[in-house]
């Protein structure tokens, strides 16, 4: 009888009891970062604080610098330690005995190279845009410009961080990192130094550090918390010998994702171009590297015609306005989670209108 009366009382119970509240709505996904490549190189000569300053007004999230060495073991913003085509070293008759020609991960290079120079040297030089004959208006700036260090790239994103209310971060490249150690110029360690003095050494600091290389990165992942990217090309091996077809596959980007956060590949990893020009069918990598865990921020996106897919083209002239945003739209289709663009202002139009 006992049993038969707490039954009923349970029952009851339980159909008082007011129903759970269902769990809050997931958050909505962070939307792509833009990483300005170079400063808004499209519009002042790259790697110049005054391009680095033109991303941010435009809205870029981190500024790229590209990092080689000097002569005294500095770290200064170049896109290649060969300055004879970004600057004015040519026309220093006191560095004309520099110029020399060297092997950097088995290419022939001629000119003049950062870690000939102390850093006091190459502050007496200027800035020049690289491409001159796309970006006329550029080379308006040449000669305006010194060649920044990592510390004033880095003192530049917290200005700018603390002016505008929102965190600009740097995605700084470690530059032929076998090639420099191998000079006693070792990239990483300077690089390292100057985040541990900005108080950017985990997971959270608004830093990316990429390479094209492995075995730097793999060194890196137990020497800092800072999130790390693995570079790669549509094709060809690394500076240290890894074979980039290889690292693309759904294996090899599993491979990566045990020392890497991210993978910044070429855009045809993504998107191969057909033998007209245009954008072919998307591969799966994207879906593959999500799958290992990995974020994808893709390279280069740029506004001139001379560098966009055949349908994207406005007009004949190569040096012309095309249709950027268009090729932005049909990659963030794809799923990425952040783009390299020369150009910050139309990367933030794709982002405002995505399906556009």
Avoid: C
């Amino acid at each position: 009888m006992m049993r038969l009366a707490v039954l009923p009382l349970m029952v009851l119970l339980m159909a008082a009891a007011p129903p759970k509240p269902a769990p809050p709505p997931a958050p909505p996904p962070a939307p792509p970062i833009i990483i300005a490549h170079r400063g808004a190189s499209a519009e002042r000569p790259e790697h110049t604080l005054a391009a680095y300053e033109r991303a941010i007004e435009q809205g870029a999230d981190y500024i790229e610098p590209d990092l080689v060495p000097t002569k005294d073991h500095q770290l200064v913003a170049r896109h290649e330690n060969e300055i004879g085509g970004t600057t004015d070293v040519a026309d220093h008759p006191e560095f004309a005995s520099r110029k020399t020609t060297k092997t950097i991960d088995g290419q022939a290079m001629t000119g003049w190279f950062t870690e000939d120079f102390t850093l006091a040297e190459l502050k007496t030089l200027r800035a020049r845009e690289r491409l001159p004959q796309l970006r006329p208006a550029n080379a308006a700036f040449d000669g305006q410009y010194a060649i920044p260090t990592l510390a004033e790239v880095i003192a530049l994103a917290k200005a700018a961080s603390a002016r505008t209310g929102r965190t600009i971060g740097i995605y700084p490249e470690t530059k032929h990192p076998s090639y420099f150690k191998g000079l006693g110029l070792a990239v990483e360690p300077v690089l390292l130094a100057e985040l541990a003095k900005a108080g950017w050494t985990t997971a959270a600091a608004p830093v990316f550090i990429q390479s094209f290389e492995v075995d730097n990165l793999k060194a890196l992942k137990g020497q800092t918390g800072v999130r790390l990217i693995q570079l790669m090309g549509a094709s060809g091996t690394s500076g240290d010998g890894h074979d980039y077809a290889e690292m693309a596959t759904a294996a090899g980007l599993k491979a990566v994702a045990a020392y890497a956060f991210g993978v910044g590949p070429e855009k045809a990893l993504i998107i191969p171009r057909g033998a007209d020009g245009r954008l072919g069918t998307p591969t799966g990598f994207v879906a593959d590297a999500h799958a290992a865990g990995l974020e994808v921020h893709p390279w280069t996106f740029r506004p001139e015609n001379f560098f966009l897919p055949t349908e994207f083209k406005r007009g004949e002239d190569p040096k012309a306005i095309g249709d950027g945003e268009a090729e932005i739209r049909a990659y963030l289709a794809t799923g990425i989670d952040g783009l390299f663009s020369d150009s910050t202002a139309m990367a933030a139009r794709a982002l405002a209108q995505p399906g556009k």
